[in-house]
């Protein structure tokens, strides 16, 4: 059974950095990425990575701030957060998928994690 496991969640401070890992068991498919989702509002991708070769996809609100990375060794995936703003204020999710970047990009998970809440305090 495939299983991803979020982790690294928390409250920080306006322009600080926190980094977000996701575990999976393995199986999960060639593509894993995260989402965020806000109270009341719709689920929204964040960033995405290709396990092989290591190609990623941002959403335009997180580039340049924002950096996934993953370890194919340890079977993790992890979500760099730097200049955080309160409009971070949310739950991530990890997602996995059989198909791409661009497919997970447009909402196409075959498997989410539970979520970590991170709050940025102002």
């Known amino acids: 059974q495939v299983q991803l496991v979020e982790s690294g969640g928390g409250l920080v401070q306006t322009g600080t950095s926190l980094r977000l890992s996701c575990a999976t068991s393995?199986?999960?498919?060639?593509?894993m990425g995260w989402f965020r989702q806000a109270p009341g509002k719709e689920r929204e991708f964040v960033a995405a990575i290709a396990w092989i070769g290591g190609g990623t996809l941002y959403a335009d609100s997180v580039k340049g701030r924002f950096t996934v990375s993953r370890d194919i060794a340890k079977g993790t995936v992890y979500l760099q957060m730097n200049s955080l703003k309160p409009d971070d204020t949310v739950v991530y999710y990890c997602a996995a998928t059989f198909r791409g970047v661009a497919s997970l990009s447009n909402g196409y998970a075959d498997y989410w994690g539970k979520g970590t809440l991170v709050t940025v305090s102002s």
């Open positions: 393995g199986g999960a498919g060639p593509t």
